[in-house]
DNA sequence: GTCTATAATTTGATAGAC
DNA sequence: GTCTATCAAATTATAGAC
């Protein structure tokens, strides 16, 4: 996963370790200090890349973001079928919370929207806004658009729920009881 | 709702105040120096009250999640079919959101889990336990155990979920699209 | 129960040398 | 790009008077 650390860039080796810290914790989970520490800099270092907390929130969004629909591009260009597309939704959102232990960076600073900048916030909301979009447009054209658009967030919803409840639980079971049944509705 | 103030012991002041502050913002939003404005008392006095952040936190929970099921048992009394509980459980929910202008407080916290003291953890994941428990109790007996704790789930998952959505895209309509759709899957 | 006073720590942030 | 040095503000918390 990590290069062993050392091929990686300074604002990389940052945003890994800022990424992972809030996406546990939350927005104010993460201070300079903790990722000067992770990252064997100095905490005017880290600043030095990012000079507000807010610059770094939002580059945490906006890569985590592209990370999200690159993958789920490239994963999903040999898939046909609506089921095997939310099948590879499924599975990249399920490597998320059971490989990185976290949940949904977006889905936390959702939860904390009134608490972290406006900025940020914005970004988050587009990534909602980008995923119910792609949802909207791997099902069937026969559905009606207001039947696509409930469904979409329907399905963006549980997924989003089912990592916090996982989490909360202790219990990553349940996120497969829940995606799995999401996706036989939908079907 | 809050009785002009006058009425309220110190203790429900400062309950009301931080929660308002924790489901909007999170564990970290809520400072000792703020809940003390807000209640026009000095900080040392709040810590009277709760000496540690996390006897607020826990004393938070407790209350949050028994106000909820009080409401849930009474609201459901007259309810005869599935359907009626479920918007009844759907309506309390709605009410949370659209009326306090802000999330679950255990839908937040459990999403800042690994950030928050255990023994405020622990309350939220009993929180989630017993919601789980009350929506099994309400589904046809003709599902199967197993049918039941799966519903049960991915209706708890999606409410958290539709919440943190409306919120995150400062649309509440998102809620009802999202909770219909689910309740109209669960009949 | 509330106050004043205070302490220890953390946090976001800046200035300036190398 | 990273460091030392530093800061102002905020935060959790305690001691003791009233």
Redesign the pocket.
């Known amino acids: 996963m990590d290069e062993s650390d050392s091929k990686m860039?300074?604002?990389e080796k940052l945003l890994n370790a800022a990424e992972h810290r809030m996406r546990r914790g939350g927005y104010?989970a993460?201070?300079?200090?903790?990722l000067?520490n992770d990252t064997?800099?100095?905490?005017?270092?880290v600043?030095?890349?990012?000079?507000?907390?807010?610059?770094l929130g939002t580059a945490l969004v906006d890569r985590y973001s592209k990370r999200f629909f690159d993958t789920l591009n490239v994963k999903t260009e040999n898939a046909t079928t609506m089921e095997q597309k939310l099948k590879v939704y499924q599975s990249i959102i399920r490597s998320a919370l059971v490989e990185d232990d976290a949940i949904c960076l977006c889905g936390l600073l959702g939860a904390e929207g009134a608490g972290i900048p406006d900025v940020v916030a914005n970004g988050v909301q587009n990534f909602f806004d980008e995923n119910i979009k792609w949802l909207v447009s791997i099902l069937p054209q026969e559905m009606s658009e207001s039947q696509k658009s409930s469904m979409a967030s329907t399905l963006l919803a549980g997924h989003q729920g089912a990592m916090m409840l996982a989490r909360s639980m202790q219990d990553n079971k349940i996120f497969d009881t829940i995606t799995n049944q999401l996706i036989k509705e939908a079907i």
Do not use: C
């Open positions: 860039s300074t604002t104010n993460v201070s300079f200090r903790d000067a064997n800099i100095k905490s005017s270092s600043h030095y890349h990012y000079p507000k907390k807010e610059d």
